[in-house]
């Protein structure tokens, strides 16, 4: 079982679910969960033991926003081909995916994970350097990585009877 896919467990995905978070509106909104975080943990400086209150609600935005948007009218916007594309890429060790898409994935997600090294420390001391040096390695790896999901997802999205099953919800 993929990474990616023990994560979509802990997050409750299911069809639906995936369905509802190729929503664009649910794409482009899950880029505010990061700055979010960053802002509750910040705000133990002034809250102290009541940060644990906009942290807790920065983890339920987290949850939630694949949840709110109703599914997409179509499935041909960027973001959520994206979201198509992250569900194959989840989907590999069962089906697997053409050679030219296997490397850019690890190497894309640990530039985002670097950055997120830096936004660790950055929120852990306050400095705000870090922070937003992090910030701008996380979404330069992960926008990066959602238009690699893309690619995958045209080279994929016939590959498989599921796989064309997820275009019918609202494709037609």
């Keep these: 079982m993929t990474i990616e896919r023990k994560i979509a467990r802990a ?21 505010t969960v990061l700055p979010i975080l960053i802002l509750a943990f910040w705000s133990r400086l002034w809250l102290g033991w009541g940060s644990l209150i906009p942290v807790a609600l920065a983890l339920f935005w987290m949850w939630f ?4 948007f109703p599914p997409p009218a ?39 994970g670097i950055g997120m090294l830096f936004v660790f420390w950055g929120v852990l001391v306050f400095d705000l350097w870090p922070t937003i040096f992090g910030m701008a390695l996380v979404y330069s790896g992960k926008l990066w990585f959602l238009d690699r999901m893309v690619w995958l997802w045209e080279d994929m999205k016939d590959a498989t009877p599921e796989y064309r099953s997820w275009q019918v919800h609202t494709d037609g």
């Design 11 to 31: 997050f409750a995905l299911d069809d639906a679910t995936w369905l509802r978070h190729a929503n664009p509106w649910s794409v482009i909104l899950r880029n």
């Design 65 to 68: 926003n694949p949840r709110i």
């Design 74 to 112: 179509s499935l041909d916007h960027w973001a959520s081909k994206c979201v198509l594309g992250e569900r194959v890429w989840l989907n590999r060790d069962i089906v697997p995916v053409p050679v030219h898409h296997r490397t850019a994935p690890y190497i894309l997600s640990a530039v985002s």
